[in-house]
């Protein structure tokens, strides 16, 4: 029998490699980092199986809101009776576990239903409704901890789709808060100083209000940039940079559209913020600190926001795209799949074929997934691609779900998505 001595490095060894093997949750938009990335040392598919069957799949109501993973759980919204609803179902079985109404619910030329994935933060969960209703829940059982209305404690308007009403005054509020350690930052979109608001995660307190921009479309994110932390909005008057601690404007780059159609979420490349609409193009730009001895360099300075460049035919319209070391991968104007080159804006390629829908409406989800990428389509066809730049490389496709808007949740092997009609899970590790 071994010695107890020998015993132990076995064991350390052991507990290490459960460590980096255990699954990573995917409790917000886009993932743990909100970047669309897979997280590193998690599990990836090398290639995908031909015929995948659900592990599970559930009827629910209508609604674009993209599911979460946290904790053995599935938090997810829909539309029930007239009501949008947060749910929490097994991450295993699907069976649900507890739901409560979250606020009436919100119509549009697109549908009806909720839009906005539903942030889980260890024990509580942050759901916020198209018409600017805000809760923490418990995760255990959906009990509310704290709420706020972006319309009635901040002053915030939601008209609907009518007239001239632009950003989420139109189609509703649709970018999820995010997570600062013991706070929560919201866009609010209240022109009463109070377009972002920083919340106490546990009680509901806020802690700061900054701006007077309307909220657009886009989640937010926070990011190190030019040698800051920083919170980062792309709203209706344009991209700005936020401290996270007191809410102070760092930069602030003027970008505006008919209708404030901005969607996509921001991206950092070293000193570069990029994003996209169907009006402005892609656009870059560059985040830098004040020079050396120039006037207002002292801690806590603003920084400086410069146009890096513009590639005014990119027209992105609403589909997020994924940055691999320098380069970009989306959904180009003509429903093209696209590799741009972040340095300049130029395309490196281009693929027609992959996506169906028109290109007004064409959308497809990004994950980082090591050197690949997998590409949830919004017809339900899931494509694994390498990130390479130098041509588009496809190495499988399979069809997992119908028609959709969804960016799926990745967890231990397994992805979590919503279509039209149904909540389901695939297993793409075995």
Same mark, same amino acid.
Request: charged residues 20%; aromatic residues 8%; neutral net charge.
């Given at each position: ?196 608001? /920083? ?139 696209? /590799? ?60 997992? /779900?119908?028609?959709?808007? /969804? ?24």
């Amino acid at each position: 029998m071994p010695r107890p001595s020998l015993l132990r490095p076995f064991a350390l060894i052991c507990a290490f490699i459960a460590v980096t093997l255990s699954a990573a949750d995917w409790p917000q938009w886009r993932g743990p980092a909100r970047t669309g990335y897979i997280p590193d040392g998690v599990a990836v598919p090398a290639t995908l199986a031909a015929d995948i069957k659900p592990l599970w799949h559930m009827a629910i109501g209508e609604g674009f809101a993209s599911p979460v993973v946290c904790g053995g759980k599935v938090f997810y919204l829909d539309t029930q009776a007239g009501q949008e609803v947060v749910h929490a179902v097994e991450a295993a079985t699907g069976k649900e576990l507890w739901k409560t109404n979250l606020d009436s619910v919100h119509r549009d030329g697109f549908g009806q239903g909720p839009r906005t994935a539903p942030v889980a933060d260890g024990n509580l969960v942050f759901a916020q409704s198209c018409k600017g209703e805000l809760k923490c829940l418990k995760a255990e059982d959906g009990s509310e901890v704290w709420h706020k209305n972006f319309v009635t404690d901040f002053g915030a308007i939601y008209i609907g789709e009518k007239g001239t009403a632009a950003g989420a005054s139109r189609h509703g509020a649709t970018g999820s808060p995010i997570v600062d350690g013991d706070n929560l930052i919201a866009q609010v979109g209240s022109a009463k100083d109070a377009s972002i608001v /920083c919340f106490k995660k546990a009680t509901g307190e806020v802690v700061w209000k900054s701006q007077k921009d309307q909220t657009a479309y886009a989640a937010p994110i926070i990011a190190t940039v030019a040698g800051r932390k920083q919170f980062i909005s792309f709203t209706i008057e344009g991209l700005i940079g936020l401290d996270t601690t007191d809410g102070k404007l760092l930069w602030r780059a003027p970008m505006t559209t008919r209708l404030g159609r901005h969607v996509t979420t921001p991206v950092v490349v070293d000193d570069k913020v990029l994003v996209a609409s169907h009006q402005l193009g892609l656009v870059a730009t560059r985040v830098v600190a004040p020079a050396s001895g120039a006037a207002g360099t002292e801690a806590g300075a603003t920084l400086k926001a410069e146009p890096a460049w513009v590639e005014k035919p990119m027209l992105i319209n609403f589909a997020s795209p994924v940055v691999v070391g320098k380069h970009l991968y989306g959904v180009g104007p003509a429903k093209n799949l696209v /590799c741009i080159d972040t340095e300049t804006g130029k395309t490196a390629w281009s693929k027609l074929g992959v996506i169906q829908t028109p290109p007004d409406k064409s959308f497809a989800a990004f994950l980082v997934a090591g050197k690949n990428i997998l590409m949830l389509t919004d017809t339900g066809l899931l494509v694994l691609f390498a990130a390479d730049p130098a041509e588009y490389k496809e190495i499988a496709r399979t069809q997992v /779900c119908g028609l959709n808007w /969804c960016l799926p949740a990745y967890v231990d092997g397994k992805l979590y998505m919503r279509d039209a009609k149904e909540l389901l899970c695939v297993e793409l590790m075995k």
